[in-house]
């Protein structure tokens, strides 16, 4: 298997541009988790999903985030508009419940900067 | 509320010298106990988890931790560390009930000196 996959891995946008981040899991894997990275907060739960249906959109900052599940093997992250702090790397992982949800695979990240 | 705690931000060995790095965790329930490692823009590998059962638990690269559940803990040793250790490491916890988040600890960055 070809692991989590995230894209793009880097980003460098303006305030006030759309940002939409993608995240390819595992195939088979029925949990899909949102992780934001920044050197000041570190890892933060944004938002997760089983079985494509968000279940905690609690760690969602404000409105200007939504994330999307439209099928099991596709997810977006998107931020609109984007401000300055919200750069950092966003992380998703996957994983499969019945081997332990909280078992996560991650994938690489994509590293998003706005100026 | 879950929460973990990684009270070493930074800790530096030497080469073929021991490691020990700490984690202290606060949950109502028994918990789920995960330690990954983070290489520098990689995402985060798991190491070990401790679901149940005994309290020492192998992982990858011959690293163990041992759940001590009178302090809360769930430290992570390895014998002899190898220069390729050198990474941060995240202490987490998790639950099977009320959903499955997993939180994280801060994080302990970790330098491997020759």
């Known amino acids: 298997d070809a692991g989590v996959i995230q894209s793009p891995r880097h980003e460098v946008t303006e305030m006030g541009q759309e940002v939409t981040l993608r995240c390819k899991p595992i195939?088979?894997?029925?949990?899909l988790f949102w992780y934001r990275q920044t050197m000041m907060r570190g890892l933060e739960l944004l938002i997760y999903?089983?079985?494509?249906?968000?279940?905690?959109d609690s760690g969602m900052p404000e409105d200007r985030f939504s994330a999307k599940m439209p099928n099991a093997s596709f997810s977006t992250l998107k931020i609109q508009p984007s401000e300055p702090r919200d750069s950092a790397v966003y992380f998703c992982?996957?994983?499969?419940?019945?081997?332990?949800?909280?078992?996560?695979?991650f994938g690489a990240g994509s590293r998003l900067t706005v100026l | 509320a879950q929460s973990v705690t990684q009270p070493d931000i930074h800790i530096t060995v030497s080469e073929g010298a021991s490691l020990e790095l700490r984690c202290n965790y606060s949950?109502?329930?028994?918990?789920?106990l995960f330690w990954y490692v983070q290489s520098p823009g990689q995402g985060l590998q798991l190491l070990l988890k401790?679901?149940?059962?005994?309290?020492l638990v192998q992982g990858i690269k011959g690293f163990e931790a041992e759940f001590k559940r009178s302090q809360s803990s769930f430290n992570l040793r390895k014998p002899s560390v190898h220069w390729s250790d050198a990474a941060e490491y995240f202490c987490?916890?998790?639950?099977?009930?009320?959903?499955?988040?997993?939180?994280f600890g801060a994080g302990t960055r970790l330098f491997v000196k020759a």
């Open positions: 999903f089983n079985n494509n249906v968000p279940i905690d």
């Open positions: 195939s088979g894997h029925d949990y």
């Open positions: 401790y679901f149940s059962g005994d309290t």
């Open positions: 992982a996957s994983s499969l419940s019945i081997s332990g949800a909280n078992v996560l695979t």
């Open positions: 949950y109502g329930a028994t918990p789920y």
């Open positions: 987490a916890v998790g639950s099977n009930t009320g959903g499955f988040k997993t939180i």
